[in-house]
């Protein structure tokens, strides 16, 4: 499966911004879909995901709010809403997708998933 991510770019604090995440593969039978950020000097950390069946979303409590996760199934793409940018928002953005029912079903780890994406970066400016 490969995951081609796209939206990013400069916007200004305060701002939005609709990234998103094509999968080449049907994402039908799939589990779920998330985005990680990875900011300059900063570790992964989780943005949010959804399970592409039901459509449950999860959020990082930083994120619950300013950022709303949607899915297309008949375009196998995921997009995330970002509202209210600030600053620290300032990241390269990850898709990733988990293509098996099993592991820990922790959404929230990135070792959970097996394809990632390329990144798309935004930057947020004050």
């Given at each position: ?77 995921v997009y995330l809403r970002m509202n209210a940018l600030e600053p620290e928002d300032t990241a390269v953005y990850y ?10 079903y922790d959404l929230q780890t990135g070792a959970e998933y097996n394809y990632w994406g390329q990144g798309t970066l ?5």
């Amino acid at each position: 499966v490969q995951l081609q991510a796209s939206g990013g770019g400069l916007v200004q604090a305060g701002g939005s911004l609709t990234l998103s995440c094509a999968a080449s593969d049907p994402t039908f039978g799939y589990y779920a879909m998330g985005w990680f950020r990875q900011a300059p000097g900063k570790e992964r950390e989780f943005v949010t995901a959804i399970t592409w069946r039901a459509g449950k979303a999860y959020y990082a409590d930083s994120m619950k709010g300013r950022f709303t996760i949607s899915r297309d199934p008949a375009k196998n793409t995921v997009y995330l809403r970002m509202n209210a940018l600030e600053p620290e928002d300032t990241a390269v953005y990850y898709c990733a997708i988990k293509t098996f029912y099993g592991g820990s079903y922790d959404l929230q780890t990135g070792a959970e998933y097996n394809y990632w994406g390329q990144g798309t970066l935004v930057t947020v400016s004050s």
